[in-house]
């Protein structure tokens, strides 16, 4: 997109969205000297600027001048994309009302309701959802509004977009799960709705490693303890390591309590967690102490000798 140079008059424009200046907005439109859709070097326009900030009034003035909904950043971010990102229900509905492409993608694939669901605006997500917004859309790297939202821990958007169909097992482009990125990040109760709503508890991410591996690993217990309710893989998995291992190894003693004293199928045989060798052929206290996690150590010799 080529763009011309800002005249001044221009800039001053700019600045009246930027701050809410609905009357000087108004001036600068009645001396004809600026257009509408007058860019900066970014190509943001008015709209963009007082979408972004939320200035209803400034928004609702220059869609009654004529400014172009449609208008993008060099990004390909849009009025909508920012007043979605800002949670401003009001001016996301009057753009969408104006015409504003409820999918509109960024030039990484990002969308409104993509943003919406990063920043956990509730509201704003219902709104584009019941406007028809595409809720397995997905950026560049196969990220969908699903995982953007476990990521983030927002629990009602999550459940909001699972009511509107979107698929629980979508992964990004390393094969990693919403449920995977939500242990991954601790955060349990967006684990517990992806789990109630059919999420896969062993869905391995391309490295091997399981969401309930990544818990133990990381120390989130109470992540843990949910998808132990699912009867998940604890044996050896395609990384190398056992659950248990990767919490030992990383001195995760209540994800070590939680996992020591389970059993696993190895064959025809049940045997405990606990005797499970990994891909270097240590045990978790082997392992544990290999990385020199005393407490951790401390408490499996123990648990042998109960």
Not at 59 to 82: H, I, M, N
Not at 249 to 260: I, N, T
Not at 278 to 290: E, P
Request: charged share 20%; proline share 4%; glycine share 8%.
């Amino acid at each position: 997109m080529s763009l011309k140079k800002e005249s001044r008059t221009d800039v001053q424009f700019h600045l009246a969205a930027l701050r809410g200046d609905c009357e000087r907005l108004k001036q600068l439109l009645d001396t004809g000297k600026v257009h509408i859709d007058s860019r900066d070097r970014d190509g943001t326009t008015p709209l963009i600027l007082s979408a972004a900030m939320g200035h209803t009034e400034c928004v609702r003035e220059l869609l009654a001048q004529g400014a172009d909904p449609a208008c993008c950043r060099t990004t390909g971010t849009s009025a909508l994309f920012f007043a979605a990102q800002g949670g401003f229900l009001d001016i996301a509905c009057l753009l969408v009302d104006c015409g504003a492409a409820i999918d509109a993608p960024s030039t990484d694939g990002g969308t409104p309701l993509f943003v919406a669901c990063q920043c956990g605006h509730l509201p704003v997500v219902e709104e584009l959802i019941r406007r028809g917004a595409n809720v397995n859309s997905c950026m560049k790297d196969k990220a969908t509004p699903l995982f953007i939202a476990a990521q983030n821990g927002h629990e009602e958007v999550c459940l909001a977009l699972l009511a509107a169909g979107a698929a629980v097992d979508a992964a990004r482009a390393d094969r990693a799960s919403p449920l995977w990125i939500a242990a991954q990040c601790g955060h349990q109760r967006v684990a517990r709705a992806l789990l109630a709503a059919g999420a896969h508890a062993d869905k391995l991410r391309q490295d091997g490693a399981t969401p309930l591996f990544k818990a133990a690993h990381k120390g989130h217990g109470a992540v843990v303890a949910e998808l132990l309710k699912y009867k998940p893989n604890l044996g050896i998995l395609p990384n190398g390591q056992s659950a248990l291992h990767g919490a030992a190894m990383f001195g995760q003693l209540a994800c070590v309590r939680l996992l020591a004293r389970r059993r696993v199928a190895v064959g025809s045989d049940v045997v405990p967690v606990t005797t499970l060798r990994n891909a270097a052929g240590l045990t978790a206290l082997q392992a544990a102490a290999s990385a020199g996690k005393r407490d951790v150590v401390a408490y499996l010799k123990q648990l042998e000798h109960s």
